[in-house]
């Protein structure tokens, strides 16, 4: 059995450190706090007995539980991220376990009044009885993904202490700065050497998912012209009210809070702006590839529409793939997640087969050459002062973790006698 307080005492030694990304920094990581959780990592690795540990100059971290059969087997990889989103801040993390949850309102914060409640959260019903790592109101937890490096680090503790579970080679990797997107961006798939992974980074027991968002960047600049209002007849150009027909001629429902499962969306996210210049960004996101495309260029056609209506050009878009949906990619190795359906159905969990509505290191990595389904580690309401994890998520989570390792095993043999 995985041990209960050893998942609560390594995941709260992880979220207590902090390692929020920057995604206004250059470098990699993107904030030097990283560092101080991936030395640690490492070491941790090297500790348990893990072989090949490694940590590049840009934190990335790798190491291998080598095969303990004779036969050929696959080499499968597990992979975290350690940062945490610059969202919300993830600075003097003061997590607190709470036995037996009642299903009743719990006081995350009571002098701020900051209430982690069911009505609200209704999720929060299906771990009553369970029990529950909460924040204390004023940051974020850090689940997301920590909970992941917690597993994954957890699993290879336990198949190192018990060679009874046969499993071919492993590899495990934690990256940095996943949250803004930069996670696989050096991540070396020729060193990781697995010919399939999973990244340990879903929410809910049950999530398994290979299809994501095709993703792009849209930034709409407006040029306007400033000359002093009680003279402006006839000379102003107002960017702000050109910035507001752009963003009142795209379609009003196709937003985040107005779309789920496969229904794709246009998000506004900021507005900075003045008479003379308003900057719109967007981000773009479809599970279909033609839908994807035809909404570049629903907007690419409204930037022009908006410029015949001026003697000069008063507005332009510049629009930037970020990622595609990973499904292209692990179609054709589908056996990859009928290995992790598999693993969670033997140790009675239902598979929650959905698409991610978002990205992940594994659409990029799957692109890289390393198919890469998301597995969940265990934690909802990501990114904010309600994030929680249940404790026996994180469980089930490091236990399916030694079922795949088993069964890819167990498949390789029978392939061949």
Request: charged fraction near 25%; proline fraction near 5%.
């Amino acid at each position: 059995m995985i041990s209960k307080q050893d998942i609560i005492k390594r995941f709260i030694s992880y979220v207590t450190v902090d390692t929020e990304s920057d995604p206004e920094s250059d470098t990699t990581p993107s904030t030097a706090k990283q560092w101080d959780l991936a030395h640690a990592l490492a070491k941790e690795l090297i500790a348990i007995g893990m072989k090949d540990v490694t940590i590049d100059p840009n934190a990335y971290i790798m190491a291998t539980l080598p095969s303990n059969v004779d036969h050929k087997v696959p080499t499968i990889g597990f992979i975290s991220h350690f940062d945490t989103s610059p969202d919300f801040t993830g600075a003097n993390v003061k997590p607190r376990v709470v036995e037996n949850y009642d299903g009743k309102d719990i006081a995350l914060n009571a002098e701020h009044n900051i209430i982690l409640s069911p009505d609200y959260f209704e999720d929060l019903l299906q771990y009553k009885g369970q029990t529950l790592i909460v924040t204390d109101g004023t940051t974020l937890l850090g689940a997301d993904d920590k909970a992941g490096i917690t597993e994954i680090v957890s699993a290879m503790e336990y198949l190192i202490k018990h060679p009874e579970i046969k499993h071919g080679d492993i590899r495990v990797g934690f990256t940095p700065d996943e949250e803004i997107g930069r996670g696989a961006h050096k991540f070396d798939v020729e060193k990781f050497g697995a010919d399939w992974a999973y990244t340990m980074d879903g929410s809910q027991i049950g999530e398994l998912e290979y299809e994501n968002f095709n993703a792009a960047g849209a930034k709409v600049t407006v040029k306007g012209k400033i000359v002093h209002p009680g003279y402006a007849k006839g000379k102003m150009v107002n960017s702000m009210y050109i910035a507001t027909e752009f963003i009142n001629s795209l379609p009003r429902l196709e937003t985040p809070e107005h779309t789920e499962g496969y229904q794709g969306f246009f998000h506004l996210y900021s507005v900075e702006g003045k008479v003379e210049e308003t900057v719109l960004q967007y981000i773009i996101r479809d599970h279909d590839m033609d839908h994807f495309e035809a909404r570049k260029e629903v907007m690419q056609k409204l930037t022009d529409e908006i410029n015949t209506q001026y003697e000069r050009e008063v507005i332009s878009i510049d629009i930037k793939d970020q990622y595609f949906n990973m499904k292209e990619k692990v179609v054709p190795v589908m056996h990859i997640v009928d290995i992790a359906e598999e693993a969670m159905k033997q140790l009675d969990i239902e598979p929650l087969i959905k698409p991610i509505r978002g990205g992940t290191d594994g659409s990029q990595l799957s692109y890289m050459g390393l198919p890469c389904p998301n597995i969940f580690a265990g934690g909802h309401n990501f990114h904010g002062r309600y994030e929680y994890v249940p404790v026996e998520s994180m469980i089930k989570a490091t236990e399916v973790i030694c079922k795949i390792a088993e069964l890819t095993a167990e498949k390789a043999l029978n392939s061949v006698q």
